[in-house]
């Protein structure tokens, strides 16, 4: 059995992930389960992402993050489960997740911990439509299982 984990950030560097996912992949190869992580941005873009400034740097990450997430295109067919934190792209509508689950029909293991449908007070209005919050509820009735980090 093989599972895809398409994550926003590089393996062990976000503490949502290690928390949420990464301190039980031994469990996975434990039970003969193999997994390939493929986060959209690199250990680049992470390490400006919430500074000041950067713009070219975060606007250059954004773009790769999206060419990574284009590539991960084929490696998707092979696997049986594909689990998304969070979602597959921090911008735009849930294009790759729709492909994920009505082309390709796939089992989406939807994962995520905070309120991500909820607009960030501290973010504009621009980023918040840019950010396509809405999607989360599509990304939802896709999913084959969700696990969340609270009832609420």
Request: proline share 5%; charged share 25%; hydrophobic share 40%.
């Amino acid at each position: 059995m093989k599972i895809l984990f398409l994550t926003p950030y590089p393996y062990g560097q976000a503490p949502s992930q290690r928390f949420r996912f990464e301190q039980y992949l031994n469990v996975l190869l434990d039970n003969n389960m193999d997994y390939e992580i493929y986060p959209f941005m690199d250990k680049k873009m992470w390490l400006v992402l919430y500074k000041d400034g950067f713009v070219l740097q975060k606007i250059l990450g954004i773009m790769l993050g999206f060419r990574r997430r284009i590539n991960t295109i084929t490696k998707i067919r092979k696997a049986e489960f594909i689990f998304i934190h969070r979602e597959t792209t921090p911008l735009g509508p849930p294009l790759f997740e729709i492909l994920i689950a009505k082309l390709w029909r796939k089992k989406i293991i939807y994962d995520f911990d905070d309120s991500i449908w909820l607009k960030d007070p501290n973010e504009s209005s621009f980023i918040s439509k840019i950010k396509w919050k809405s999607k989360v509820k599509y990304i939802c009735k896709w999913s084959y299982k969700i696990s969340a980090g609270n009832k609420y």
